[in-house]
């Protein structure tokens, strides 16, 4: 895949109004080329507005969630809590762990406990994300577990700030992908997407669901909008079940997973 991120801009592809839209990109593209920059992208307004605006309460119910169902994830991987060494994310002091820590890595951490819980281990697995932040929930697996292989499907600009990233925590190699060039028609363990799927505008997010959804046995969807594909995946998917996302603040959000 080219690297080279010197795009203009253009109009947003998914649900951004269009000068949030460009300041996130334009934080991705300057942290990728200036390392003072990357030193504190996560802290950015303009990166804030579209990711890492979790709030201590949001982290405290993923903390709470994660204590419950998977414990383990809070005291046997201390790779775990390296993720904000990168960025200088707003962090938060929780007495249970007496550490300061960003909500959006326990967010990526009650991801990662709910797929435990459906999946079991993810050794092996060959796996897809749609719309992977700034690498974040990739670097998280990785932390527990050792896919086969990890590809992230994004825009140019966090694309090959995922690289960055992930390069400098010692992150394995990923494939990546723009969203106008999907991967080779390859079946997958697991698609991941947290938000980013159902954020994007059609036909885009049907070309998703075709391309890359029904070609994985497993999925776990965060949905926080309309999914004009949903029957689509409820006939290819005997399995297939939605429900509410337990720890988000905004009700409207489910759920959608399916395979075991």
């Given at each position: 895949?080219?690297?080279?991120?010197?795009?203009g801009?253009?109009?947003?592809?998914?649900?951004?109004?269009v000068?949030i839209a460009?300041?996130?990109?334009?934080?991705?593209r300057a942290?990728?080329?200036?390392?003072e920059?990357?030193k504190?992208?996560?802290?950015?307004i303009?990166y804030?507005?579209?990711?890492?605006h979790?709030d201590?309460?949001?982290g405290k119910?993923?903390?709470?969630y994660i204590?419950?169902n998977?414990?383990?994830?809070?005291q046997?991987?201390?790779?775990i809590w390296?993720?904000?060494l990168?960025g200088?994310p707003?962090?938060?002091?929780?007495p249970?762990?007496n550490?300061?820590?960003?909500?959006?890595?326990l967010s990526?951490?009650?991801v990662?406990?709910?797929l435990?819980d459906e999946?079991?281990?993810l050794?092996?697995?060959n796996i897809?994300?749609i719309?992977g932040g700034y690498?974040g929930q990739c670097?998280i697996i990785?932390?527990?577990?050792?896919?086969?292989?990890y590809t992230?499907?994004?825009l140019?600009?966090?694309?090959v700030l995922q690289?960055?990233?992930l390069?400098?925590?010692?992150?394995p190699?990923i494939?990546?992908y723009?969203?106008?060039?999907?991967?080779?028609?390859i079946?997958?363990d697991l698609?991941?997407?947290?938000?980013?799927?159902t954020e994007v505008?059609e036909?885009a997010?049907?070309?998703?669901?075709?391309?890359?959804l029904l070609k994985s046995?497993?999925?776990?969807?965060?949905?926080?909008?309309?999914?004009a594909?949903?029957?689509l995946?409820?006939?290819?998917?005997?399995g297939?079940?939605?429900?509410?996302?337990?720890k988000s603040?905004?009700?409207?959000n489910?759920?959608?997973?399916?395979?075991?």
């Open positions: 895949m080219n690297d080279d991120s010197r795009y801009r253009r109009e947003p592809s998914w649900n951004a109004s000068p460009h300041n996130y990109l334009d934080v991705c942290a990728v080329h200036s390392d920059v990357f504190t992208f996560k802290s950015k303009g804030m507005l579209v990711l890492e979790c201590y309460i949001q119910e993923s903390l709470d204590k419950q998977n414990p383990q994830l809070l046997n991987y201390p790779d390296t993720s904000d990168i200088t707003v962090v938060y002091f929780y249970e762990l550490r300061e820590v960003s909500p959006t890595t990526y951490i009650k990662l406990s709910d435990i999946f079991g281990s050794d092996n697995f897809v994300e719309g690498g670097k990785y932390d527990v577990f050792s896919p086969q292989s992230i499907i994004d140019p600009e966090p694309s690289a960055k990233f390069k400098r925590v010692g992150a190699a494939q990546r723009y969203h106008t060039n999907y991967p080779p028609d079946k997958y698609i991941i997407s947290n938000y980013a799927l505008l036909p997010q049907s070309q998703y669901v075709e391309k890359v046995s497993r999925g776990y969807v965060i949905k926080n909008g309309a999914m594909s949903l029957p995946l409820q006939e290819a998917f005997p297939f079940r939605i429900g509410e996302d337990t603040q905004a009700k409207n489910q759920i959608i997973r399916w395979g075991k």
